[in-house]
Every structure is written in structure tokens, then in C-alpha cells.
């Protein structure tokens, strides 16, 4: 598990967990985002922290790209000052003109 918690999370950040901030705040990321594992990312997340290199995952979603309401994004995470954790997930969602 990361050492990290939540501090604050943007509305792009609610809209892709499906929560707000209040239900979040100190909430280590495996219980914010469960399936962190099975996208074999969070070791390239810890290893920020620990070497201090950016990290930008490859497309994720949350869900198939079947579902109608499916976010896509990327992720961003890179080291803060006192050993804190940013990560910032960027929308990949295209919309139809």
C-alpha cells in the first residue's frame, strides 16, 4: 500500500471514482481506485515517490469500451515536496461536434 493519502482530488478526479472529496480525504489510492491492481500500474506509481520521475500510464478506462458512460483518461503522477504524491488524471474522452 502507497504511504500516501488524499489530500484533495479535482472534479475530473470525482467524476472518474464516482466520489466526492469529503468521502475520500485520507484515503490510501488502492481503496480509491480498486482496480489499480489489475491495471498493473501502482508499482510505476510507488516508484515516484522513491525516484522522484514522473510517471504517465498508458490510456485507461473505467470501464469497456462497450459502455455508453466509459471515462477514459491517463494518469499522471509525480513527486511534491515532504514526500507527497500528486496524480492527475487527464480526460482522453473524445466528443462527437
Known amino acids: 500500500m502507497l504511504n500516501n493519502y488524499l489530500?484533495?482530488?479535482?472534479l475530473k478526479a470525482q467524476a472518474l471514482t464516482h466520489s466526492k472529496i469529503k468521502?475520500?480525504?485520507g484515503k490510501p489510492i488502492e481503496?480509491?481506485?480498486p482496480e489499480i491492481n489489475t491495471e498493473k500500474i501502482l508499482p510505476d506509481i510507488r516508484n515516484v515517490l522513491k525516484t522522484n520521475?514522473?510517471?504517465?500510464?498508458?490510456?485507461?478506462?473505467?470501464?469497456?469500451?462497450?459502455d455508453?458512460?466509459?471515462l477514459f483518461f491517463k494518469l499522471i503522477a509525480f513527486?511534491?515536496?515532504d514526500k507527497r504524491l500528486?496524480?492527475?488524471y487527464e480526460d482522453r474522452n473524445v466528443t462527437a461536434c
Open 53 to 66: 520521475t514522473p510517471f504517465v500510464s498508458p490510456n485507461l478506462s473505467t470501464g469497456t469500451g462497450d
Open 68 to 70: 455508453d458512460d466509459a
Open 7 to 10: 489530500d484533495e482530488i479535482n
Open 86 to 88: 500528486a496524480v492527475i
Open 79 to 81: 513527486a511534491l515536496p
Open 31 to 33: 481503496f480509491i481506485w
Open 23 to 25: 468521502t475520500l480525504k
